[in-house]
């Protein structure tokens, strides 16, 4: 004999599955948050025009500053790392790429921008930043569809069974 699932019970494991991807996609920026790390703020500072420059984005900064003009106001809305390991015969390597996505109001600019800033280290050793202009779409991606997903299992969940 087969086990067959009610409707409801169907609606009750989507919200619960929707759930826990709702929180794992936003889990990473809620941490980034509290904890904010050091360089992606100096980087911000910079921007704004107000700290010296960090050593390994001193060409970046000043491009983006004449580009856009300085920073007025950064508001954290994504955070990515992705972790690589290439195994070899003889040895092992690491690379780790942090991002993080910040709606940026820059004095040059009418409209606010996707700025991205990302960090890259290969075996532990800091390799380099990068200042990019992000896609909202990729903003859409990442959040939509858990919170569309997790809206559909609430409705299903909630609404009334038919007579």
């Known amino acids: 004999m087969f086990f067959k699932p009610s409707p409801r019970t169907l609606a009750i494991g989507l919200l619960v599955f929707s759930s826990l991807w709702m929180a794992f996609t936003v889990a990473p920026l809620v941490y980034s948050l509290l904890f904010p790390q050091r360089d992606f703020q100096d980087i911000l500072h910079a ?7 960090p050593f390994r984005v001193s060409v970046m900064v000043p491009r983006t500053i004449l580009a856009a003009r300085p920073l007025r106001r950064a508001l954290q809305v994504g955070y990515y790392t992705r972790f690589t390991v290439t195994v070899r015969l003889n040895a092992s390597h690491k690379t780790k790429e942090t991002q993080v996505t910040y709606l940026a109001w820059f004095q040059g600019l ?11 280290e290969s075996d532990g050793v800091l390799q380099g930043y990068d200042i990019d202009e ?10 939509g569809l858990p919170m569309l997903m997790l809206g559909v299992s609430v409705y299903l969940v909630r609404r009334k069974r038919e007579a």
């Open 134 to 143: 992000g896609e909202p779409a990729s903003l859409v991606r990442s959040y």
């Open 110 to 120: 009418p409209r606010p921008s996707i700025l991205a800033i990302s960090r890259h």
């Open 47 to 53: 921007l704004e025009s107000h700290e010296t420059v």
